[in-house]
Nanobody, 124 residues
Framework: QVQLVESGGGSVQAGGSLRLSCARSGYTYSSNCMAWFRQAPGKEREGVAY????????YYADSVKGRFTISQDNAKSTVYLQMNSLKPEDTAMYYC?????????????????WGQGTQVTVSS
């Protein structure tokens, strides 16, 4: 059974930084697509970034490009999201997600497994 557990959320002032972690367990495949999504109250779930664990290729949504970095530590089966220069509009629940196979989409329907989420709040 695949489990994804996020951590690292919290409250920070605008301009600050946070690092989210997603620990993955129970995964059969050695390579897969790992992604971060976020959802603010009253808004649809939005893809933030993905990384292909087999080769490390990454992709970012325009809204976070240049500020957020997705990375992995395969030895720890953990994916990270380093968030710098945070803005109040980054406030949301952040979710880790996994999909079998390669990465080609940040649409939620592509992903098979989801964590419970971790809250990020950025104050102005």
């Amino acid at each position: 059974q695949v489990q994804l557990v996020e951590s690292g959320g919290g409250s920070v002032q605008a301009g600050g930084s946070l690092r989210l972690s997603c620990a993955r367990s129970g995964y059969t495949y050695s390579s897969n697509c790992m992604a971060w999504f976020r959802q603010a109250p009253g808004k649809e779930r939005e893809g933030v970034a993905y990384i292909y664990t087999g080769g490390g290729s990454t992709y970012y949504a325009d809204s976070v490009k240049g500020r957020f970095t997705i990375s992995q530590d395969n030895a720890k089966s953990t994916v990270y999201l380093q968030m710098n220069s945070l803005k109040p509009e980054d406030t949301a629940m952040y979710y880790c997600a996994a999909a079998d196979g390669g990465c080609w989409s940040l649409l939620p329907k592509r992903y098979d497994y989801w964590g419970q989420g971790t809250q990020v709040t950025v104050s102005s």
